[in-house]
Nanobody, 123 residues
Framework: QMQLVESGGRLVQAGGSLRLSCAATGHTFTSYTMGWFRRAPGKEREFVAT????????YYADSVSGRFTISRDDVKKTVYLQMDSLKPEDTAVYYCAATLAVATMSRARYDVWGQGTQVTVSS
């Protein structure tokens, strides 16, 4: 069974940058589409970004498009989320997820989840 461990979350000022990492263990990483989701206080978990199994397809939520970049390193079995121009509304717990489906924004399609990492953006 694949396991995912996120890291990199911390307190940062608005306008700053962070890079989140998600390290995978277990199954064949290269077969999986990887995604990032987030849950802000009092809100539902929402889609942020996804990258297909070969890295050729990426999708972003409108709210982060142009500011966030998802990438993957199949040798290190790690997926990254580079977050630039951070805003207070980006404050959330960020979750990494994996699916054998093609790149998708649907939370229901992901069946492996990490525990999350807290990102706090101060104004």
């Amino acid at each position: 069974q694949m396991q995912l461990v996120e890291s990199g979350g911390r307190l940062v000022q608005a306008g700053g940058s962070l890079r989140l990492s998600c390290a995978a263990t277990g199954h064949t990483f290269t077969s999986y589409t990887m995604g990032w989701f987030r849950r802000a206080p009092g809100k539902e978990r929402e889609f942020v970004a996804t990258i297909g199994w070969n890295g050729g397809v990426t999708y972003y939520a409108d709210s982060v498009s142009g500011r966030f970049t998802i990438s993957r390193d199949d040798v290190k079995k790690t997926v990254y989320l580079q977050m630039d121009s951070l805003k207070p509304e980006d404050t959330a717990v960020y979750y990494c997820a994996a699916t054998l489906a093609v790149a998708t924004m649907s939370r229901a399609r992901y069946d492996v989840w990490g525990q999350g990492t807290q990102v706090t953006v101060s104004s």
